[in-house]
């Protein structure tokens, strides 16, 4: 099993900057995509960031210049960092890796537990 723990979230005013963090350990042989979502109350879970294996990154257009995805393939953690925050990025956010167990198990989804993210305005 592969376990996400995700850190970083908080309380912040509009405009300011927060920094996401996640760390993937456990029975891990290779980790392909990483990845961020977010739910807010009352709607569905949607994609904010993910990030491959070579770098290559993918945003939600409403994030798109404000919010950068990294990877530290050594560490097996990924980051987010957001700035110019708004109150409309308040919600849940959660680490998503996409990753095999052993060198013959298919990949599968692994979620982390979720981080509180609150902008005030």
């Known amino acids: 099993q592969v376990q996400l723990v995700e850190s970083g979230g908080g309380l912040v005013q509009a405009g300011d900057s927060l920094r996401l963090s996640c760390a993937a350990s456990?029975?891990?042989?290779?980790?392909?995509?990483m990845g961020w979502y977010r739910q807010a109350p009352g709607k569905l879970r949607e994609l904010v960031a993910t990030?491959?294996?070579?770098?290559?990154?993918n945003y939600a257009d409403s994030v798109k210049g404000r919010f950068t995805i990294s990877r530290d393939n050594a560490k097996n953690t990924v980051y987010l960092q957001m700035n110019s925050l708004k109150p409309e990025d308040t919600a849940v956010y959660y680490c998503?890796?996409?990753?095999?167990?052993?060198?013959?198990?298919?990949?599968?989804?692994?979620w982390g537990q979720g981080t509180q993210v609150t902008v005030s305005s």
């Open positions: 998503n890796t996409v990753a095999q167990t052993t060198r013959f198990s298919l990949s599968a989804d692994y």
């Open positions: 990030i491959t294996s070579g770098g290559s990154t």
């Open positions: 456990g029975s891990i042989f290779s980790i392909n995509a």
